[in-house]
């Protein structure tokens, strides 16, 4: 059986094949990319390259980025950050996977790779971290240096947004937005004003997680001829999905044509359809990544889109989901697990969905815990569960979930006990349900 595959047409592959052929050439020599192929014992070989054995190329992971380390990185980089620095900066990923923490990266600025961003000139970035939002000031810096158009960006904290702003925001008179769907759905629950507030703004651009059909709609209800694009972009290896408006309409959010600059593979394809995300980011040269395991699990369609483009992805979720990102709050395995701790004697297996719910036209977050208890448990006992989950788990780093429900920030914890969890090679504990 053919557990992987690249997620290109027989044209592409074609079109493509010494363009990868010369990048991986070029790469194989980078202190970077030797020392990782080195330790695999391969030796990439120019002359006989074919797309049949690129999967012998060795993957890469987060743990080969710390154990071969952001010196070797810098090395080979050196000349191209000296010559534009304003482009580049250092940036953590979130650590989501549970087998490292978070990892520093060089990253260029350069992130979105939908042209219709080149249209855009007054940014309003709305993110709680603050590298996400240096990250696009220096796209924007990158843009207004290499085009002759003004451009302007600023920067808020979505959550720490007050009325104060309110004049400072609408004299901006920005014309987009870039955030995270929680960001949009946080300040629009939030804001009843919010369509006031950004009168001007005709595209609002997602990124980061992902959408849920009540999030995609809120934020279309609140922004009238606004344009929602999402793309799928991660941290380390930029645009890996691009959003498609015909896409969309057919399949719902989360679906994506791969980027053509990437060879994206699916790998360890389980029964149904279902692998690992793997990319290949050949630009800049010394910044690429090869064969990169993202951890997020999707699913690939062959098909012929209005657009033009021949197959869609499905983003299914992650592989380790660790943070679940909610309407200004933070969902995370190991805080679920350190609770289960003090609850140890009665849970056997547990699974967490995080949804949202809507209430008079604001969205709210919803944790339901699936719990397959050691013994059979009665309502008294489920009740206590219910009490400790809701005393002891916290969702902001000082408010637990029962302090949030009671100020209606969040839903009141469900609990469903269930017999048994169904056998899924890819084990997946904690998930965002879409619908
Ligand atoms: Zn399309």
Known sequence: MNTSLILKSEQELKKDRIKV???????????????????????????????????????SSKKDFISIGLAQRLSDTKNIVRSNTYRFMLKPTAGTSRETGPVLFLKNADVLVNKSYNQIYKTLILFQPRAISLRYVLSDVARSINSK???????????????EGVEAVKEFNGDSIITFPACIGYMTSNFRRANELFHSVKRVWLSGDFLSVKELDLTKSKFKNVNVDIDYITTEVDTIGVYCKFLRSQFGPNTYHPNKDKVIELIDIDENGQGEIVVTKMEPIQMSFIRYRTGDVGRWQELKCKCGESGVIFLEGRKNMDIIKGLGVLITRAEIERVILMVEKEIDEWRGEVREVERNGTLLGELTLLIKPNQSLNPRKIENLKKTFGENLLLTPKKTLSQLSAEKKFMPLKIKIVKQFEEASKKVLLRKILD
């Open 21 to 59: 052929k010369n990048f991986l050439s070029h790469a194989s020599k980078l202190s970077f990319w030797s020392s990782h192929f080195d330790k695999n014992n391969y030796k990439f070989d120019y002359k006989n390259f074919r797309w049949e054995n690129f999967n012998q190329i060795p993957l």
């Open 149 to 163: 158009n003004h451009i302007q960006s600023l920067v808020l904290n979505p959550f720490r947004f007050k009325s």
